[in-house]
C-alpha cells in the first residue's frame, strides 16, 4: 500500500527566514505533485516533478524530488505572510490511473 | 476557459438520506477523480472514471456510495443512507487524456446532522 508521510504538520514561521517541508513516500512512483490549499478553497497545484533530482521554482518556493531516497522537498525562501497556507505532496502511478494519494498536509503559518 | 464545477457548493442532510453531487470536468477531459477531504486531513481517493466506465473505484468506503458517468462527462458521485461520517469535502478532478497534471473543482461540502 502506498503511503505518503509530510513532516512537519504545523510550521509557525517568521517573516524573512528559510524552511523546508518533507515529504516522504513508500513504493515507487512516476510523479510526485505539491499542492496548496486555502482555508476553505480547493487545491492549487504548485508543481509536478517527474524525474530523478528535479528541482522546480516559482517565486519564493522550490521544489525537489530524489527518487532514490523517495523524497520530496518543498524549500521557502524568504517567508512572506501570503505563504500562509496548508500545503500538500501527492503522488501519482501511470499503473494505477494517475490516481493522488496525498501525505496529511502541513499547516503553515508565516507570522510578522 | 471553464475549469471544473461542482454543484451544490454546500449541502446539508439529515442522517439516513439520500444525497447527489454533481460534478462538471473541464471539457474534453476524459479522466475524472472523485477524493474526499474530512477536516485537517489530505484528500483520499474515492472512485477514477475513463470515459464512461469507472476504471478504479476501489477507494469508496462501502456499497452506500455510488457513482456514475453515463455519457462521459458529467459524473454524479450518490450517497445513500448518510452516516454523520460521511461528512467532508468531496472534491472532483478532471485530466486531459494522457497529460498528468489534475485540475480540482471548489469541492461540495457534505454536513449529515
Known amino acids: 500500500e502506498l503511503k505518503v508521510e509530510q513532516n512537519p504538520l504545523f510550521l509557525s514561521m517568521q517573516e524573512g527566514k528559510n524552511y523546508t517541508i518533507y515529504c516522504n513516500y513508500s513504493t515507487t512512483s512516476d510523479r510526485l505533485y505539491w499542492y496548496r490549499q486555502d482555508p476553505g478553497k480547493s487545491l492549487e497545484s504548485l508543481f509536478v516533478?517527474?524525474?530523478?533530482?528535479a528541482v522546480k521554482q516559482e517565486g519564493r518556493l522550490m521544489a525537489s524530488l530524489d527518487t532514490k531516497a523517495r523524497l520530496s522537498t518543498l524549500h521557502i525562501t524568504a517567508a512572506v505572510h501570503d505563504l500562509s497556507a496548508t500545503y500538500f505532496c501527492?503522488?501519482?502511478?501511470?499503473?494505477?490511473?494517475?490516481?493522488?494519494?496525498f501525505g496529511g498536509g502541513t499547516r503553515v503559518l508565516v507570522k510578522p | 476557459g471553464a475549469g471544473v464545477s461542482q454543484t451544490p457548493s454546500n449541502k446539508v442532510t439529515e442522517k439516513g438520506k439520500y444525497v447527489e453531487l454533481r460534478c462538471d470536468p473541464i471539457?474534453?477531459?476524459?479522466?475524472l477523480y472523485w477524493y474526499r477531504q474530512s477536516l485537517g486531513q489530505g484528500p483520499e481517493f474515492l472512485i477514477y472514471f475513463q470515459g464512461t466506465g469507472a476504471a478504479d473505484d476501489s477507494g469508496l468506503p462501502n456499497d452506500r456510495f455510488f457513482a456514475v458517468r453515463p455519457e462521459g462527462s458529467v459524473s454524479t458521485l450518490k450517497i445513500q443512507r448518510t452516516e454523520r461520517g460521511d461528512s467532508a469535502v468531496y472534491l472532483c478532478?478532471?485530466?486531459?487524456?494522457?497529460?498528468?497534471?489534475?485540475?480540482f473543482g471548489p469541492g461540495t461540502r457534505l454536513t449529515v446532522t
Open positions: 516533478l517527474l524525474s530523478n533530482g
Open positions: 471539457s474534453g477531459h476524459t479522466a
Open positions: 478532478a478532471s485530466r486531459l487524456d494522457r497529460t498528468y497534471e489534475q485540475y
Open positions: 501527492a503522488v501519482a502511478r501511470r499503473t494505477a490511473g494517475n490516481k493522488l494519494t
